[in-house]
């Protein structure tokens, strides 16, 4: 017992020794390997057939020490090259003879000479990005010796991960400091929107305090303005509403002018979220100051609709009648809006004429209709599944002087393909085409899911076609669903052939033969046909059924109670 315990208990020594050694960069991987086998076979070799313990570890020091003084030696040994073991991370080489030999052997001294070389940015963003503290981040961004310049800190800014939280804050005030790289307004807004990206309105702050202090960005003016609109708007996005009016009452501490260009990014951004009522309020109290204009009483309606209450965007158009500020095409395309989304809720078959009674407030207040006008009708009335009442409207997009866009095209197409008006989806696609429009891969993939949903497979595999010869790279999930489809259908070649296209492009591992089977593909399950009664089964059905409703009407005799005596 003991000799196999102690043999094991060397080796291991020996082995986290090597370990040691490997991993601060002294030796390499093969020679750490051999350290072991070397020095467990000098032990054994004091100690043949009668073990000793202390002969067995004087080898393993013995063997580890010479290691040490002189490596050259030990590795040169013979026994080094008997009993050298196999490191499983090294390729295995064939014996080569002749011209194949020497360009194995050229092959390998150009791989050794290659090395990766890092970019200044990604070098800095690879210390951003680990496990630093703030204070040794300055000690590693100087030991680089990288030369700063804003060119390389914008590069940076745009490579680093959201890994690094307010390490980015620190590398800024770190890098204006250096010989070269002077602040740059653009470069600090990328960092305040950084940081308002994670949410660290914190740091945020702090940022936006010091510059203040310092002026090192001015702020002031119109250029500022970008400046504080990140900063409402990471806010809002955020759900602090009521952090972005307290920003913008104190802004004047952050470096910022208040005015009523600042006023109306606020209520814009409070409005497209749906805090109508944040916005209304701040609207009221800075009256005195800022009189509303038709831009924000109308901004004001479309964030009531955004949060869905109709009744307050009417009250607030009535009280723009009251100051005669006229209302506009934004205002009338979100009451449009939001009484389509309620229509659809409660009553759909209310949509269309709703809809019809603010087309005709447009044109009696001579307010034309836009390509958001027509886009609101489509996509609403394809929502319900009335494709031809949208297909009218798409036709007379031309008599009010609009032409449909990228969003129109994709709307009406998907809908043609949902009604199984396949043709009249595929003359849509190539009049989008002609007009100049590229949808992107996530519209190509609508089309191809509803065809596949429809059981058109053939035409799915033409949309599919058609993407490819328009210059859009298909993804991992259309020849994912596409393929296992075509094999339902029959047409085993054509999934074959995508599945070597997804094969060479990368998306799917080649061990993915399963798809192809189709024993494996699930299929859908045959309802069981109701089987045809006869007369005699029927009368004998009607029968059954009017007795039980015969006994329907028969009182019930209570349960026998038993009387105990």
């Not at 005699?536 to 009017?546: F, T």
Request: charged share 30%; with cysteine.
């Amino acid at each position: 017992m003991a000799k196999p315990f102690l043999i094991f208990t060397t080796r291991r020594i020996i082995e986290a020794s090597s370990t040691k050694l490997l991993r601060s960069g002294t030796i390499s991987a093969a020679s750490a390997a051999n350290i072991g086998s070397i020095s467990y076979l000098q032990g054994a070799e004091h100690s043949s057939e009668h073990f000793d313990h202390s002969f067995a570890v004087f080898g393993a020091r013995n063997g580890y020490d010479s290691f040490q003084t002189s490596p050259a030696l030990l590795l040169t040994d013979p026994w080094n090259r008997k009993y050298s073991t196999k490191v499983a991370n090294e390729p295995k080489t064939e014996k080569k003879t002749g011209n194949g030999a020497k360009e194995t052997r050229e092959k390998r001294a150009k791989a050794k000479d290659k090395t990766i070389e890092l970019s200044d940015s990604d070098k800095i963003c690879l210390i951003l990005n680990g496990d630093v503290n703030s204070e040794d981040l300055v000690e590693k961004l100087e030991e680089t010796g990288i030369e700063m310049n804003p060119i390389l800190l914008k590069q940076v800014m745009a490579k680093v991960s959201k890994d690094a939280g307010r390490r980015v804050s620190r590398f800024y005030k770190w890098a204006i400091e250096q010989p070269g790289c002077e602040p740059n307004l653009e470069i600090f807004n990328a960092v305040i929107d950084f940081l308002g990206r994670r949410k660290d309105f914190k740091a945020v702050e702090t940022l936006l305090k010091e510059n203040a202090a310092s002026g090192i960005c001015n702020v002031v003016g119109e250029i500022g303005l970008k400046t504080f609109e990140i900063v409402v708007e990471r806010l809002v996005k955020a759900g602090r509403e009521k952090q972005a009016v307290v920003f913008f009452n104190k802004m004047e501490e952050y470096g910022f002018k208040q005015n009523e260009e600042a006023q109306k990014i606020v209520v814009q951004w409070l409005c497209e979220r749906g805090f109508a009522s944040y916005a209304e309020n701040l609207v009221k109290s800075l009256a005195d100051t800022y009189y509303p204009d038709e831009e924000i009483c109308n901004t004001l309606v479309k964030g009531w609709c955004v949060a869905g209450k109709l009744n307050e965007a009417k009250r607030m158009v009535n009280e723009m009648s009251v100051g005669q500020i006229a209302m506009g095409v934004t205002a009338y395309n979100a009451l449009l809006d939001c009484i389509c989304k309620l229509c659809r809720e409660k009553d759909p078959f209310r949509l269309l004429p709703e809809a019809n009674k603010i087309l005709v407030e447009m044109e009696a207040a001579g307010v034309p209709r836009n390509e958001s006008t027509f886009n609101i009708l489509i996509t609403h009335l394809c929502k319900i599944r009335k494709t031809e009442d949208a297909y009218q409207f798409f036709l007379k997009m031309e008599q009010y002087g609009c032409s449909p866009n990228l969003t129109t095209y994709v709307v009406l197409i998907r809908s043609l393909f949902q009604a199984a008006r396949v043709a009249d989806g595929h003359e849509m696609l190539d009049q989008m085409k002609k007009s100049g429009f590229e949808a992107n891969v996530k519209a190509y993939f609508s089309f191809i899911k509803v065809l596949c949903g429809i059981q058109r497979v053939e035409h799915a595999h033409q949309v599919f076609t058609t993407m490819i010869s328009h210059g859009c790279r298909p993804g991992k999930e259309t020849f994912e669903l596409l393929i296992p489809k075509l094999c339902e259908v029959g047409h085993t070649g054509k999934a074959k052939e995508l599945f070597g296209k997804a094969v060479a492009e990368g998306l799917m591992p080649s061990s993915r033969q399963d798809i192809l089977e189709q024993s494996k593909v699930k299929k859908p399950e045959e309802k069981e046909k109701p089987k045809r009664l006869t007369l005699s089964m029927i009368k004998k059905k009607k029968n059954l059924r009017l007795k039980r409703l015969r006994l329907s009407f028969v009182k019930k005799p209570k349960s026998s109670r038993r009387v105990s005596y």
